[in-house]
């Protein structure tokens, strides 16, 4: 079995640095970008897990990730603490383990509350991503917004043409084909 954990990601992409996350876990109503991900109607509730990270003392990423609340309820990804192999390990628990992923990512300016919970200077532009993690059945078991700054991150994408993962819009307009290999955030302040 393969797990994954917010550790082990962060770990590799933080090394030996400093890094904090805060952690806090509740339910809202689904959002219909959400809904839509998860097959469920819009405002049904829904269990997110906001956190933000932090390298060296600098907020560097906020995320949010959302689950179906009937899916979750009874594991342990409703506390701040999931144990060990985070919550793609609790997944797998239940039959839902992730074996694929979407990502969806623009650059724009921040909205006021990220700005100052990034604690962006003026003019500094965020990345967007939006997450969707599928099980075996092709399910969506996950759906994750991340903001990142961009002055701490440098994203890295492979191209391949035998195994198309993400079709897009290349500058001439032909379409590209992009898998993502790693994001990670840069080293000192801005």
Request: with cysteine; glycine share 8%; charged share 25%.
């Amino acid at each position: 079995m393969r797990t994954t954990s917010i550790e082990a990601i962060q770990d590799t992409d933080t090394g030996k640095r400093g890094r904090v996350v805060e952690v806090t876990v509740g339910e809202r109503p689904a959002s219909e970008t959400v809904a839509s991900c998860l097959d469920i109607a819009p405002g049904d509730p829904v269990l997110c897990r906001s956190r933000r990270f932090a390298v060296e003392q600098r907020p560097v990423q906020l995320a949010d990730s959302f689950y179906p609340v009937g899916m979750v309820r009874a594991t342990p990804i409703v506390y701040t603490d999931t144990g060990p192999g985070g919550v793609y390990a609790r997944l797998a628990e239940i039959g839902r383990e992730p074996i694929r992923f979407t990502e969806r990512l623009h650059a724009r300016m921040p909205f006021p509350a990220e700005r100052t919970a990034l604690e962006l200077p003026g003019g500094t532009p965020v990345i967007a991503i939006t997450r969707t993690a599928y099980d075996a059945e092709d399910r969506c078991v996950e759906v994750t917004e991340m903001i990142l700054d961009s002055s701490a991150y440098e994203l890295e994408y492979h191209a391949s043409i035998q195994s198309p993962v993400f079709i897009g819009r290349g500058l001439q307009g032909r379409p590209s084909e992009f898998a993502c290999l790693s994001r990670q955030p840069r080293r000192g302040r801005r």
